[in-house]
Every structure is written in C-alpha cells, then in structure tokens.
C-alpha cells in the first residue's frame, strides 16, 4: 500500500520545518532581522512550502494506491487516547477562558461567545474519542453530526483568523496561523468521515493526505511559539498560549493516529462495509401457542384440526378435538386437567356420535369405487355438523 509510503518524505520534511520555525524563533530579532539571508516572513513561508511538499507527496502515493481499504474500524491506541484526553482538558479550559471573559466584561460579542461555546463542544467530542482509543472501539459510532463539532470549530477559528489577516498585509504577517487552521479544517472534516462511516470515496486515503501536513505544521507552530517564549524571557502564562498548547497537542494527536492507520489498515480485499440496506432480512418463524393452564399437549405436524375454528386467529379453541395420524378413524379429546396424557375416558364421548360416526365409516369402506363424490362430500358434510352442535352443547 503505497499511502503507507508518505512517511519516507514526511519525516524529514516535518523536521525541516520544524527547525525553520525554531530557528525563526531563535536568530531572528531586532539586532539580527535575517538568518541565512532570510528575513522572519521568509522563513515562515520555507516552513509553509515543507508542508505543502508534504503536501503534493502524499497526494501522489495515495493516488497510486490502489489497495488500501476505504473504511478502518479503530483500534486500543494508548497514546492517542492520553493526547485525546489531554485535548479534551485544554479546550474545555480555553471554553471555560472564554465563556467567563464575556461574562466578566459584560459585552457580548457573538463571534466570542460561538467561538466559547463551539469549543466547549468540542472538548466534549475529544472526550469521547480518548474514551474509543483507549478502550479499543468506538463509542459512539455512526454520529456524524457529533463528530463534526471539531472540523466546525476549526472552520470557524480559520474565519475569525482571516477577519484578523483582513487588516494587515500578508506580505508583513506571518500567516502560519492562517495555514494552520486551513489544513486543520481538511483534517477534521474527513477524521469525521473516516470514524463516522460516511460513504465517501477513500476516508482512508484522504487521513494520509491531509493529516501529514496538518501534523507538520501544528507541531512547527507549537515549536515556534514556545522558543519565542523562551528567547524573550517571556514569563509562561496558561491563559495567553492554551491555544497554543491545544494545537501542539492536536499535532502529537494526529501523528499517534496515523501511525496506528499505518500499521493495522488493511487491504480492500480484507474488509467490507455492510450497510443496513444489504443485510438480508431475518426469517422469523412465528409459533402458534395454546392458551397456557390447559394442560393441553402441543400440536404435532400430522394433526388436523377438525372443530371448524378459523386458524388465521392464530388462537387454538379452548375445547378441540384432534384428528392424528396414528388415530385416523375416530376422535379423541385431548383436554387434560394438569398433565399433558391423554384422556381415555369414555364417559367423554356421546354414544349416539360415536354410533353415526361408526356406521358412516363402515358405509363408506364398503361402497364401490365408483360412488360418486357429491355423496362422499355430504357424509363428510354431515359428520363435521355433529361434531360442531356437540361441541357446542359441551361448551353449555
């Protein structure tokens, strides 16, 4: 599997801009403005155009893979789960941050208060998918909607970024912020699609393509960030860089996850997505059941009934009479009081019934075989009659 092959240019890009940015951090200040005749914005943009080559690589390997299955299923990932869990901390904080500045100051400002809350959804999310990586499944599958909340607060940190890029010139700005939060939207979005099940074309794939880049650049910020804090002998405060620290984390996060799809995806001909639509339907076999405490017997295959009660109702009557294969030429009651034995006592029968009954059978096998059927069908006729007005003068 080809996509599989992205590290090998990964790796040494990622640590190029990395060390770009660290170098940006450390070299370049008022006395010294250039490093290796690059100024500050200049370097940032080296670090950007390794992202973007990790970039076009990955695209490449992963369009010449024609074997990586489009669907994974996740797996135990210990550290993805203690990253996942420490992301969910961080931006709950940060929500928190927020949410309490609004409330503080008094003023309201929308796009503050979205960003607070849209953030303290997405804690929510991370929450849940530390708990999958840590226990080996996922908690909540098939939740797209859920799963999205982080690709929409990142689409929404990328649209206040831009509102603040709007004011100045690029040409001046460092915009690894901007880049940060563009490849970021790409990632989420399809890390959703991937662990949500959507049918897309290879969520898979489309993890490879964007998370190497989205991991290289969240790692060269965070690098940058913190050595600039170091060199200034700026005092660390958690309230003014928890965004920092969430996307550092974000970055460690994605690269732990790609390397559990690197080792355990696998191949097209080695799994399938079932969807509800293509599993057959299940055959259930519906029993008819006699009304309990009747002491009533179960009805064999070979039984007929013969008491001229409906058997759509599904409800067998309360007193039948059963005509079985090994007691074909006569009836026999099969109403018991607590066990399920037979009764044999002939107090049960009607004398007059049972002499009809006789002398029509004995009639019957005498005749010649060329009776015709109408007089056959109303012997038949007329037992069944009796047996219905005796059966109903028992029920009296």
Not at 29 to 53: K, Q, R
Not at 89 to 105: C, S
């Amino acid at each position: 599997m080809t996509s599989k092959l992205s590290w090998i240019f990964f790796i040494p890009l990622a640590l190029l801009a990395t060390a770009t940015k660290i170098c940006q951090a450390i070299f370049i200040t008022d006395a010294t403005p250039t490093f290796l005749g690059l100024t500050s914005i200049e370097l940032s943009y080296v670090a950007i155009a390794c992202v973007v080559a990790i970039l076009i690589f990955s695209l490449i390997f992963c369009l010449i893979d024609r074997k990586t299955a489009p669907y994974y299923n996740m797996k135990r990932n210990l550290v993805t789960g203690i990253f996942g869990a420490l992301i969910a901390i961080t931006f709950a904080f940060d929500g928190a941050n927020r949410l309490f500045g609004i409330l503080e100051t008094g003023n309201i400002d929308v796009l503050v208060l979205i960003d607070a809350l849209l953030t303290l959804f997405t804690a929510v999310v991370f929450v849940v998918l530390a708990l999958s990586h840590l226990l080996g499944n996922n908690v909540s599958s098939g939740l797209a909607i859920f799963y999205i909340v982080p690709a929409i607060w990142s689409g929404f940190r990328l649209v206040i970024t831009f509102l603040k890029f709007t004011a100045v010139s690029v040409t001046i700005s460092d915009v690894s912020i901007l880049a940060v939060y563009i490849l970021l939207t790409l990632f989420l979005f399809n890390y959703a699609a991937l662990i949500s099940f959507i049918n897309m074309r290879s969520p898979v794939k489309a993890n490879f393509i964007y998370g190497f880049p989205t991991a290289a650049m969240l790692i060269a910020y965070g690098a940058n960030a913190f050595c600039t804090l170091s060199v200034n002998g700026v005092k660390f405060e958690l309230l003014e860089n928890v965004e920092t620290i969430e996307l550092t984390f974000l970055g460690f996060y994605i690269i732990t996850f790609l390397v559990e799809l690197t080792v355990r995806s696998l191949n097209k001909e080695e799994v399938k997505l079932i969807k509800p639509e293509d599993e057959e339907p299940k055959k259930i076999k519906e029993e008819k059941k006699l009304p309990e405490k009747t002491g009533r017997r179960n009805i064999d295959e070979d039984e007929v009934v013969v008491t001229g009660v409906d058997p759509d109702f599904g409800e067998a009557p309360t007193h039948s009479y059963l005509e079985t294969a090994d007691t074909s030429d006569y009836l026999v009651d099969v109403i018991d009081d607590e066990t399920d034995e037979e009764s044999t006592d002939e107090s049960h029968f009607d004398k007059e019934s049972e002499d009809f009954i006789t002398k029509a059978n004995h009639d019957y096998s005498s005749e010649t075989t060329d009776e015709s059927d109408n007089e056959y069908n109303e012997r038949m006729d007329a037992i069944d009659k009796l047996i219905l007005e005796i059966s109903e003068e028992e029920f009296k």
